[in-house]
């Protein structure tokens, strides 16, 4: 069984930055993503990183996220920076065995609880 908790949300001014933590028990070598969920809005995937390290963002977030694993603790990660009023969101990791996972909620069956960023302008 995989567990996730996230940490690391916080409110912040507009063109801040936030680094997200995701602690991962139970399993290393993992599918994993972050999703954000604004109020009143569907899920939405923002970053990738494959069991092999591969990532992949979204268009609308490319250059101002990083997402990273560490390995060695296990604790997954996205950097964010240059954040907006728009970002505000719960913010929630996710992971999957199976390959080739994509930015669509249904395709990860392991979620944390979220943890909230809240940006102000």
């Known amino acids: 069984q995989v567990q996730l908790v996230e940490s690391g949300g916080g409110s912040v001014q507009a063109g801040g930055s936030l680094r997200l933590s995701c602690a991962v028990y139970?399993?290393?070598?993992?599918?994993m993503a972050w999703f954000r969920q604004a109020p009143g809005k569907e899920r939405e995937g923002v970053a990738i990183?494959?069991?092999?390290?591969?990532?992949s963002y979204v268009d609308s977030v490319k250059g101002r996220r990083t997402i990273s694993k560490d390995n060695s603790k296990n604790i997954l990660y996205l950097e964010m920076n240059s954040l907006q009023a728009e970002d505000t969101a719960m913010y929630y990791c996710?992971?999957?065995?199976?390959?080739?996972?994509?930015?669509?909620?249904?395709?990860?069956?392991?979620w944390g609880q979220g943890t909230q960023v809240t940006v102000s302008s």
């Open positions: 990183i494959d069991s092999d390290g591969r990532t």
């Open positions: 996710a992971a999957d065995f199976r390959s080739r996972r994509g930015f669509w909620p249904y395709e990860y069956n392991y």
């Open positions: 139970g399993y290393t070598y993992i599918n």
